[in-house]
């Protein structure tokens, strides 16, 4: 069974600061994960992705980690700003291409 | 920047009623999805098309959906027989390749009474 898990429904980081987003999966043979911005009304946002050939993948504010022997990965952004402000999901690429997405973590960026 | 479009951002339905939820992909993408979300759950694979057949489907998506690209542009998701519990935002989203980052619409809130 695929499951990615994000275990913090929630997160409430001061501007400026960096926030760090965790997301837990339970399946390794698939090879590469993604995070995805969620704005209410509005479609998921693609962010950023990661192959498992690397433990680390930056973009500008953005950068995630993969810890493959712990099975876990997160997304650090720095610095936070209030317009980051949004449910972000965790996703795993799947056997055919479906992406498999956590409950998500909301984040609330204060100014 | 190309978006994937989807109509109508809101569809209202009663029970048993069939509805039809339209994408247009983005237009070198090759690879079609459809997702849904019922409030305060998780987003949820329905199914997957490329070149112009079901590739994957979930277990969810079962024979009362049903999808097609009947124009070359425009990607539908059809449910036959509405149900309460198909209350759901659904979202299509679309990607260059089967392994890689997907491109999602802006979603059809399904309300169905």
């Known amino acids: 069974d695929q499951q990615v898990k994000q275990n913090s429904p929630s997160l409430s980081v001061q501007e400026g600061r960096i926030s760090i987003l965790n997301c837990d999966y339970t399946?390794?043979?698939?090879?590469?994960f993604l995070w995805y911005k969620k704005y209410p009304a509005e479609g998921p946002t693609f962010l950023i992705s990661?192959?498992?050939?690397?433990d680390k993948n930056e973009d500008g504010r953005f950068t995630v980690f993969l810890n493959k022997s712990a099975k876990h990965l997160s997304l650090h952004i720095v610095p936070s700003q209030p317009g980051d402000s949004a449910v972000y999901f965790c996703?795993?690429?799947?056997?055919?291409?479906?992406?498999?997405f956590g409950k998500g973590t909301k984040l609330s960026v204060k100014p | 920047e190309p978006e994937v479009t989807q109509t109508p951002s809101h569809q209202v339905t009663q029970m048993g009623q069939e509805v039809i939820l339209r994408c247009v992909p983005i237009?070198?993408?090759?690879?079609f999805y459809w997702y849904r979300q019922i409030l305060g759950q998780k987003v949820e694979f329905l199914v997957s098309?490329?070149?112009?057949?079901?590739?994957?489907k979930s277990e969810i998506f079962d024979d009362q959906f049903s999808v097609e690209r009947p124009d070359g542009s425009n990607f539908t998701l059809k449910i036959r027989s509405t149900k309460l519990e198909d209350s759901a935002m659904y979202f299509c989203?679309?990607?260059?390749?089967?392994?890689?980052?997907?491109?999602f619409g802006p979603g059809t809130r399904l309300t169905v009474l």
């Open positions: 989203a679309a990607g260059t390749s089967g392994y890689n980052e997907q491109f």
């Open positions: 990661i192959s498992s050939i690397k």
């Open positions: 098309f490329y070149n112009n057949e079901i590739s994957e």
């Open positions: 996703a795993e690429g799947g056997s055919q291409g479906n992406l498999i």
């Open positions: 399946n390794s043979m698939f090879d590469y």
């Open positions: 237009s070198n993408h090759l690879y």
